[in-house]
């Protein structure tokens, strides 16, 4: 059985869809608020759910696409591998390049003591929050495309 050969321009589908979806959370202060408030424990059922979406949009919704013959590292897909981290990325790179973590969480006084630690673990909080949506965007477009 051949492998899928997976390209470059499957990850650029993705990171269109990734970002189209990502940018409304970023930005928004309730997803800054929630992730101040989130434990360990949310923060992993967030993961958790990030990467349930991602598999069954990619393995289950589309009944094109079989596992089994994707190209894979270490026993993991590429293209899984892909959206993960366009998942999270488009959301990183979004909330630095808008500067939300200063906003929202130091001038914005969301942290009553922004010290590094907690704007950085409040800010990966966030970013996982809006994986959510990004995960659902870069997965559809790489369906679709």
Do not use: C
Not at 21 to 28: D, H, I, N, Q, S
Not at 35 to 41: D, E, K, L, V
């Amino acid at each position: 059985m051949s492998r899928r050969r997976y390209r470059v321009a499957d990850t650029a589908q993705q990171t269109v869809g990734g970002f189209l979806l990502a940018g409304p959370f970023v930005v928004t202060e309730e997803v800054w608020v929630l992730a101040a408030q989130m434990s360990t424990a949310h923060t992993l059922a967030v993961v958790a759910i990030v990467f349930s979406i991602g598999y069954g949009a990619l393995y289950k919704a589309d009944a094109t696409r079989d596992i089994d013959r994707e190209a894979e590292v270490g026993g993991i897909p590429i293209r899984f591998i892909s959206l993960m981290v366009v998942a999270y990325g488009s959301v990183t790179v979004l909330a630095v390049a808008l500067t939300a973590p200063t906003t929202f969480l130091v001038n914005g006084e969301i942290l009553t003591d922004p010290t590094t630690t907690s704007v950085a673990l409040t800010t990966a909080r966030a970013v996982a929050v809006g994986a959510i949506f990004s995960v659902v965007g870069a997965a559809t477009a790489d369906s679709v495309f």
